[in-house]
C-alpha cells in the first residue's frame, strides 16, 4: 500500500510500498536490502514533504528501474518556501543492480521530488509503473 502521511515525520506522496513476499517487478532479493522497499507509483512523480518552518536532509539512497533497462531518474529539492534549490539526475542501467546515489547539497528542503522517464531511451512498451523506480535504503534525517 501506499506510505502513510506522517511516516517518519513527512509527507509521503505518491509513494508505495511493495513487499518481495508478493510478486515484484524487480531483478530480486539481491535488489534491496530489506524486504520492503519504496516505489513511484504509476509511474508518476512522487514527493516527499515536511511542513514549514521544519526542513529535512537527504544524504541518498538505492535507486533500480522497473521493467526496463534504462531509466532517467530526476531528483529535486526544493526549500520551505518552495523554491528549487538543487536538482540531479541519474541514469540507471541494468535492472538486476541497485545504483547508490550519494546527494549532496541535498540540505534544509521543504520537499523531495522523484521522477522517472525513459524518454531519452529506445523503450517503445513502456507506459505507466513500467517507469517507476524502486528505492531502497533512504538515509534522510529531520533537520533540528
Same mark, same amino acid.
Given at each position: 500500500?501506499?506510505? =502513510?502521511?506522517?511516516?517518519?515525520?513527512?509527507?509521503? %506522496?505518491?509513494?508505495?510500498?511493495?513487499?518481495?513476499?508478493?510478486?515484484?517487478?524487480?531483478?530480486?532479493?539481491?535488489?534491496?536490502?530489506?524486504?520492503?522497499?519504496?516505489? %513511484?507509483?504509476?509511474?508518476?512523480?512522487?514527493?516527499?514533504?515536511?511542513?514549514?518552518?521544519?526542513?529535512?536532509?537527504?544524504?541518498?539512497?538505492?535507486?533500480?528501474?522497473?521493467? +526496463?533497462?534504462?531509466?532517467?531518474?530526476?531528483?529535486?529539492?526544493?526549500?520551505?518556501?518552495?523554491?528549487?534549490?538543487?536538482?540531479?539526475?541519474?541514469?540507471?542501467?541494468? %535492472?538486476?543492480?541497485?545504483?547508490?546515489?550519494?546527494?549532496?547539497?541535498?540540505?534544509?528542503?521543504?520537499?523531495?521530488?522523484?521522477? +522517472?522517464?525513459?524518454? =531519452?531511451?529506445?523503450?517503445?512498451?513502456?507506459?505507466?509503473?513500467?517507469?517507476?523506480?524502486?528505492?531502497?535504503?533512504?538515509?534522510?534525517?529531520?533537520?533540528?
Amino acid at each position: 500500500g501506499f506510505v =502513510p502521511s506522517k511516516y517518519f515525520g513527512l509527507d509521503w %506522496n505518491n509513494v508505495y510500498a511493495g513487499s518481495l513476499h508478493c510478486e515484484t517487478p524487480i531483478g530480486g532479493d539481491e535488489v534491496i536490502s530489506g524486504e520492503v522497499y519504496a516505489y %513511484n507509483y504509476d509511474g508518476n512523480p512522487c514527493s516527499i514533504e515536511v511542513a514549514a518552518p521544519s526542513t529535512f536532509s537527504v544524504l541518498g539512497m538505492k535507486l533500480v528501474p522497473f521493467r +526496463t533497462d534504462r531509466l532517467e531518474v530526476t531528483l529535486e529539492g526544493y526549500d520551505d518556501a518552495d523554491v528549487l534549490k538543487i536538482s540531479v539526475t541519474v541514469t540507471l542501467g541494468s %535492472n538486476s543492480e541497485p545504483t547508490v546515489v550519494e546527494l549532496d547539497g541535498f540540505h534544509d528542503l521543504g520537499r523531495l521530488v522523484i521522477s +522517472t522517464s525513459v524518454e =531519452p531511451f529506445d523503450c517503445t512498451d513502456c507506459s505507466g509503473d513500467e517507469v517507476s523506480v524502486a528505492m531502497d535504503d533512504i538515509r534522510l534525517f529531520i533537520d533540528d
